[in-house]
Every structure is written in C-alpha cells, then in structure tokens.
C-alpha cells in the first residue's frame, strides 16, 4: 500500500444518501472523506439522474408554500393541495409494498421528510413545483400529493450538496474504488485504489452510501431473475454492488425484496445505462391516457389502476416480462394533449390515420391489434374522464381491465411510441436499524459500519410512491452522518464507541 488515510468518517459513495451523511458528520465536528467511485465528471450516483421529486409529509398547502420560491405562475388558490399527514406517507408505503416494508423504519422515513426537505434547503437547494400536475376546472391537482421538485433535478441537488460538502470541510476523492471492508474491532479498514493505485483508509466509522446492483447485468440476471440482464439501466455506470457484496460476505442481514426493483417504461431506444446528458427525460409514463399493447399487439396490464406515480415503479417489469422485453403506448387525438414533453426526446412515434396502418408501422400484426382496440373501445363504459381523480371510468369485462381514464381509441391520427424496461434501483440490500447501523445476520449492529441509501433494504416491495427515494437518501443519510459521527468523537475521546 503507498498510504494510509487516517480520518474519522469514511463516506463510500457521493450521492445524495451519501452527501447528506458526510455534510451531517463534518457539522457534528467529525472529520470526513468521501470516497467516490467515479471520476469528477461523472459523480452524483443515481441521484443525479432523478428529476428531483421530493415525496415528504406536510400539515397543509401553506407549509408547501413556505418552501417555494415562487409558484410557476400560479397563485395560491388555484393550487388543490390538501394536507399529507405521515400516518397516510406510512399507509401508502405500505400498500404498495404489499405490507411487507420495515414499519418502524417507514414510521421514521415518514416523520423526518417534512424537516429533511428544510433540511436540504439550508444547504443551498431550491425548490419548484412539479410540472407533473393536473388541471380540472380551473384547479391545479397533484393527486398522490407529491407536488415539490428540486430546482434543476437530480443535477440541482447534487451540486448543491457537493458545494455544502465543501463547505464543510469535507474532503471528496474521486476515482477512488473501495475494493475491500474490514471492521475488525475499534476501526474501520477500506482498501481502495486512487486512479488504480492501490492504498488504504483508517476510519473510526464508515458510511456505505453506495447503492445498489442495478449497473451490473450479471447480478441483475442473478437476483432479479430471467432477461433482467436486458433492461436499460437507468442511472449511474457505477452502480454495481460491489460493496453490498462484501458486506454479505461480512456477515451482513441481506434484507428485503431481492427479486424486486424499481423499474419504469423508458423510451426503447434508450441507452444501456443512463446518460446524463438526458438523465430522467427517458421515462414514458402517460400510459394511464391510452393502451399498452406487447409486439404480438395484445394489453398486458391495467394501465388505469392508480395514478401513474403510484403504479410507474412497477410496470416496467410488466414490460420485461413481454416478448422481447418491448411494448408501444397508444393514444388517438382525444388524450395525445395528455402526453408529457419528455415524449419528444428519443426514439420516433409512429403516427397513422388507421389502425391498420399503425401496425404495419410498429411491426405488430394488424388483425391482433385491430381486434385488441376493437374489443377495447367495446368494453368502455360511458361517463366523465376527469384526469384529476380515480375517475373510475373503466372497461366492462375486459381482461385485463382498465379501473379508470379509459376512453375509447377511435379518434385518428393514432400515435405509438415504443417502451422497454428501464431499471432505477433494486430492492433487496443490507439490513440497518434505527441508528442506520449495519445489521448482522444474528440482528446485531456491526461496529463502525453504517448504511444509507439504495444499499439498505426493507423499505420498498414490489412498488414504490415516487419521490420516496430521495427523501429516504437524506432522512438516514442525516442518521448515518450523525451516529457515525458520534462514535469517532467519542472514540477520539478515549469514550466507550
């Protein structure tokens, strides 16, 4: 080894999660190295690709208000932004989990997004509203009450931790791999290479913010199951599991959904891992507004179950799972107005004045998906679409249903953009307590060893609420910081860690 770093806490991982902990750790007087696996260029983690949606607890409209700078344009009272209490952020956690997330540590998630969010802002990130709203009658609406946005995405909020990071003194290597985790006794050993070069990290704690395994096909193929290995990553190259890897190896809880993901439709054409100079614009979820047909032109899920940021995490594994891991997004004229922007970047809609002409045009058979649009439009019952709610305009007898926004295809020119899978971050990681400390395979916390982030598990099954993710980066982030910091200051002090 050429050197030995000695420090109080080592961050592994230069996300938000990660960011958040080395800022809370530098603030509580502790001295801090963040060791960040990618080059300069290429930093942030996932975090940098989001579009920055925040899902945290509020008492009422006014406390959203008091964390915007202005209102897009609107004023107050066209705003329809009813209280979002933690007791509903905890029951629609768990709904979507199928029941199965770590209550206590949903409970804490929920009760510390409201400060996380003030939190963030005192170190230098802004807020806007999500342009993902829907309007009725004059009103603005965020149905599922995820209406708050970092300024400028993903890459607003990184940058903005990144300069906080420094302002605090925290020193931040880049290119810098962790390739080996020791904990021993009192300290925490990493080895690491520099630009390759192999050296070494003394640490009186470390914090693993280093995510999941979503960059890495094999281990895709391998705990997600079959054709995983095809999906398009959808963050960060370097997110390949390597840590989480030798923390099993340690001993480590593996915990939570192993098999699951949070996996999106992204344009077909998207590429294999993400690419920042598009980050989050990949995404195609409008689908709630028209039909998904897989290439041998059948529906394959309910579009309409729910609002498309409580259903988006989980249907692109419904995508994976068709022929050729590839679907197409149909509309006709009455909700191609519904169609987010981000639709225009990326692969060429397919546009015809018939249904048959749009088949020839996506490479579907034409009498499949004649009939699936024919029995479609058959099975739509009558009533309001109102985009704003559960409208619960839905198809009779139809398999699968539509539960809500259906309206029937027959207004052309009919417009197909195809989708795949795109992959955001696995499910499964290492088991952490309310101290955001590493959990044993016997339940006991591993000394000096911390974990936030992507790589922790027992939060999310099956699904997930968006705007959750982030939130949970900072919430156990700021704990990580904290409690590591904690036991170095109390080890330098020659106290009990």
């Not at 607003?156 to 020791?182: K, N, P, S, T």
């Not at 058979?365 to 009533?383: C, F, K, P, Q």
Request: hydrophobic share 40%.
């Amino acid at each position: 080894m050429s050197e030995v770093i000695h420090t109080d806490v080592a961050v592994v991982g230069a996300g938000n999660a990660a960011l958040c902990a080395a800022i809370t750790a530098a603030q509580a007087g502790a001295r801090v190295l963040v060791l960040e696996k990618a080059p300069y260029a290429e930093r942030g983690g996932n975090s940098r690709f989001t579009g920055g949606l925040l899902r945290f607890a509020f008492p009422s409209k006014e406390d959203v208000l008091g964390i915007l700078e202005d209102l897009s344009g609107f004023t107050p009272e066209q705003l329809d932004a009813g209280p979002y209490p933690a007791e509903q952020y905890v029951a629609d956690v768990s709904r979507l989990s199928g029941g199965r997330c770590d209550g206590a540590l949903i409970e804490m998630l929920a009760a510390g997004s409201n400060d996380a969010v003030r939190w963030l802002a005192k170190h230098g990130v802004t807020y806007e509203l999500y342009e993902k709203y829907v309007e009725h009658a004059g009103r603005i609406n965020w149905p599922d009450r995820a209406m708050v946005k970092v300024r400028g995405g993903g890459e607003g909020l990184v940058a903005a931790l990144f300069a906080a990071a420094e302002r605090h003194g925290v020193d931040i290597r880049y290119d810098a791999q962790v390739v080996g985790v020791e904990a021993p006794g009192e300290r925490v050993q990493l080895a690491v290479r520099f630009n390759g070069t192999p050296s070494a990290v003394d640490a009186a704690a470390a914090v693993l913010g280093s995510g999941g395994f979503e960059a890495n096909p094999a281990a895709r193929a391998s705990y997600l199951g079959p054709s995983w290995d095809l999906a398009k990553a959808r963050g960060t190259r370097h997110n390949t599991g390597e840590i989480l890897a030798q923390l099993l190896a340690m001993g480590a809880a593996p915990v939570g959904h192993w098999s699951g993901a949070h996996a999106v439709p992204v344009d077909a054409g998207s590429a294999d891992v993400g690419d920042l100079r598009v980050g989050a614009l990949t995404t195609r979820l409008s689908y709630p507004y028209g039909i998904m047909v897989n290439v041998d032109g059948h529906r394959f899920v309910d579009e309409g179950s729910d609002f498309k940021l409580l259903t988006y995490a989980k249907i692109g594994r419904e995508v994976l799972r068709q022929p050729e891991g590839r679907a197409y997004q149909i509309f006709d004229q009455r909700t191609v107005g519904l169609i987010e922007p981000r639709y225009e970047l990326g692969s060429t809609s397919v546009v015809a004045n018939t249904i048959e002409a749009l088949a020839g045009g996506i490479g579907v058979d034409r009498a499949a998906l004649t009939s699936t649009i024919a029995e479609y439009n058959a099975s739509v019952r009558d009533g309001e679409f109102n985009a704003a709610v559960l409208d619960g305009k839905g198809t009779d007898g139809l398999v699968p249903a539509k539960s809500n926004w259906a309206q029937r295809i027959d207004q052309p020119p009919y417009v197909a953009y195809p989708v795949t899978c795109g992959i955001t971050f696995t499910y499964g990681g290492v088991g952490v307590d309310a101290h955001a400390r590493v959990l044993s395979s016997a339940g006991h916390p591993m000394p000096g060893l911390y974990a936030t982030g992507e790589i922790t598990g027992g939060f999310f099954y099956h699904n997930y609420p968006a705007g959750a993710g982030l939130i949970r980066g900072t919430v156990f982030g700021r704990i990580a910081g904290e409690e590591a910091a904690r036991r170095a200051l109390a080890l330098t002090a020659g106290a009990p860690a």
